[in-house]
């Protein structure tokens, strides 16, 4: 046996015999040892930017809700955003006549607005907040719930200027396509950090009413 496997057998033997000595101590003994080996031991440190690693399913949707690149013809900038609310749609401007089109979930029946605004803030894995309006519909809400997998907001989110309502990720990626939501925009959490990547703070929002219509042709699976 080599003299470094002789030293772990060692310091594996003196552990058992420290342990087993440790249970027979009074308890108060045991206590002050615990005491000492909490206040030796480093300070948990928090981490400001909370990452959260978990696998990101992607969702069999049907092809016309999966992520596709379509001509779409419009005056708007690159990295433009338009919410095409009627068609469960949300299109982000490549520019030369083209835009990643997304599936989205929608506001439902009384709860969809329309509206020029730009994204205030980007947040990863954000925690939820129902506003007082949605608590007063719903008061079995939890007033808060943490950023991760089981969140609604899901793994991304941007903030939209001047209002409550959020593009964000979903828990429940069986609402994409439908309209379901409080005013919020929800995509399955691969799409949303694919355009969390790809939007920059202050990119322009157009949500478009539901009487609006858009067309599109020849989409193609990126």
């Avoid at 020029?116 to 519909?137: C, F, H, L, N, Q």
């Avoid at 907001?153 to 439908?178: E, F, W």
């Amino acid at each position: 046996m080599s003299k470094r496997s002789r030293l772990i057998l060692y310091s594996v033997a003196a552990l058992i015999c420290c342990a087993a000595a440790f249970s027979s101590w009074p308890v108060g003994a045991q206590d002050m040892l615990t005491e000492i080996f909490a206040i030796m031991r480093p300070p948990a440190v928090s981490d400001p930017t909370r990452q959260i690693t978990v696998e990101i399913q992607t969702p069999n949707l049907p092809a016309r809700l999966q992520k596709q690149i379509v001509d779409y013809s419009t005056r708007e900038a690159a990295d433009t955003v338009i919410i095409d609310t009627p068609h469960t749609f949300l299109y982000y401007v490549l520019g030369n006549s083209k835009a990643i089109r997304y599936g989205i979930g929608v506001g439902r029946e009384g709860f969809t607005w329309a509206g020029v605004r730009s994204v205030e803030r980007k947040t990863e894995w954000p925690d939820w907040y129902p506003p007082a309006e949605m608590i007063g519909r719903q008061p079995y809400l939890p007033r808060m719930v943490a950023g991760g997998p089981g969140n609604p907001l899901g793994a991304r989110a941007l903030y939209i200027v001047g209002t409550q309502y959020r593009i964000h990720g979903t828990n429940d990626p069986t609402s994409i396509g439908k309209h379901v939501s409080s005013g919020c925009i929800r995509l399955t959490n691969d799409n949303i950090i694919d355009l969390y990547n790809r939007v920059k703070v202050g990119a322009k929002v157009i949500v478009l009413p539901m009487g609006q219509q858009r067309t599109f042709r020849h989409p193609r699976v990126s």
